[in-house]
């Protein structure tokens, strides 16, 4: 996936991040160390002049260890919000990775207005998703923003 030259260093934080939520998903990695080392690497196919902006590596950090130590306290609140009779478990991993970091700044992150998480992440889900994934996510962020920040 190419960057857009105009996508800004917290934008492309999150997206790295996202990915690397994935990766550790699917690789069973735990160690944030490890996470964030893969997360940052460019592949060795891409060209580097295409890529502009540099992720903020502290927003980058901030969500991939915020997510990983607070894991079961977000995924009970993703939960919380499914529909009656569907598991966590069921959700695409990619698409979890995405609602984890949302609702990992939802929770943890209060000086960072809703309005703007949900712009960055549904951003972000547009990277990826088409219409009804971007929707679901759009629906649970919704509802989790609105129990967390009553």
């Known amino acids: ?4 030259n105009n996508i800004n260093g917290k934008t492309l934080a999150i997206l790295v991040a996202v990915q690397g939520l994935y990766s550790s ?4 990695e735990v160690d944030i ?11 060795a196919d891409s060209d580097e002049d295409e890529i502009k902006s ?19 306290e977000i995924d009970i609140l ?3 919000f499914l529909k009656p009779g569907w598991e966590i478990n069921r959700l695409d991993m990619l698409l979890l ?6 609702v990992f700044e939802l929770k943890y992150c209060e000086d960072v207005p809703v309005r703007v998480v949900f712009d960055e992440y549904m951003n972000v889900a547009h990277a990826f998703y ?3 994934e971007v929707g679901f996510i759009n629906a649970i962020l919704d509802s ?3 129990d967390l920040r009553k």
Do not use: F, W, Y
Not at 1 to 4: D, K, L, N, P, Q
Not at 54 to 72: A, M, R
């Open 33 to 43: 160390d490890n996470i964030l080392k893969k997360a940052i690497k460019i592949p």
């Open 1 to 4: 996936m190419t960057c857009e």
């Open 144 to 146: 989790i923003s609105v």
């Open 54 to 72: 540099k992720p903020n590596k502290k927003q980058l950090k901030k969500i991939i260890s915020g997510v990983q130590k607070n894991k079961d």
């Open 130 to 132: 088409d219409t009804q």
């Open 78 to 80: 993703i939960k919380k």
């Open 97 to 102: 990775s995405i609602i984890r970091a949302a």
């Open 25 to 28: 998903e699917v690789s069973g």
